[in-house]
């Protein structure tokens, strides 16, 4: 008697619980609660709106695309259904464009010959491709003459390889449908290795810096050299056209080879310097190449000492000062070890775009002894100056004149962030 008497007890609980929960939820007095969509819900219904707007403009494309081919049906030859009958007969159905660069147009023409004995009706049947049958010779080809079907195809986007296919429709039983096929591959017009940059290493006062580049079409086999344009006169550039097997190795029609040559003219520190190269590609383009190079001079420069997120880079001629408050300001002191200068090193002039930077040259008796004096480039920016974030390309250039014979200008990169 008693487990039953447990049974009766749960069930009655259970009952219980069922009917608290109904209330709460489904009862007309409960109040109504809207739960709020979850993120991943929302992405979804913004991707199901989307594509429903995709799926409606490719419902409409393919309407259009029925409606065309309806229009050329209606064009579509009849079956030759009694002797005596047509006969079509072609040379090759397949052409190899080659290489295209984008935009450019080519055409090709295919042969359809009538070696039956009665009229051949040909007619433009679908394409699968934005191509075009842009000219049929004739539309009826008596016994034994032959019509020209011309395909054109201009491409709008680079790619690997592609391949086109266009339908001819006959009224010859044995052959209704001819198809056409072009392929080839879209590339670039031109390419220039390296791509944007080319660095001419480290110059020394007793060596040059060169840098080495090209510049093919694989397409254009006969694109010329107009002229190079520098406008400093410490770059030297010449180059040579390509040979045949330098351009098979590089996959180009034709080519140039470009030798830069950086004397040691150039200042101390980093050097950037752009080069235009006037061409007749593409209705005489001008490809702009950056030539960098780094100039070592009599200075040895040593890490900076100040705000501890400062860091200075040789390569870029770079002092980062690091992030910190306008109200404050920040100090960044370089030590160097300056030769080949008997008097003290001292500034004739600095240029800078921001009024508010200060620059300055301070012995520095704690370093240097023989030859070589050391000193202090002293970088600061005052407190109170102006909150601005100064961060490549948008650093302060910074322009030092000294009275050293080797080192009569160099160039600094600053950058920043003041809050």
Known sequence: ??????????????????????????????EKHTREKMRWEVGTAEAIREQAKLDEIAAKNAKEDQKELKKLAEKRPPIADKPPYPKARTGERVYEFGSMSIDEEKKHTFHI??????PLLIAKGPTNCKCTISNISQSTVAPGASADIEMSWTPRETTSTFAKTATIWTNDPELSEIQFKIFGKVVKQFVVVPERTWHAGHVTDVQDGQAFGTLGSPVDANFKIVSVECSDPHVKVVHRRMTAKE???GTFKSGYEFTVTVDKGIPPGHFRQQVKIHTTLEGNKTIDIEVTALRSGPVLFLPPIGNSRAFWNAERSLVNLGRFQHEVGAKVILPALVYGLKEKLQLLGVEKDADFVRVSVEPNPEIGGGQQQGVRFIFEIPAGAPPVTRIAPHGVHVTLKTNHPKLKEMTFQLEFVSQ
């Open 1 to 30: 008697m008693r487990p039953l008497g447990v049974l009766l007890g749960v069930v009655i609980g259970i009952s219980a619980l069922s009917g608290t929960i109904w209330l709460a939820r489904y009862s007309p007095l409960a």
């Open 247 to 249: 351009t098979m190795h």
């Open 113 to 118: 010959e009538n070696r039956g004995q009665a």
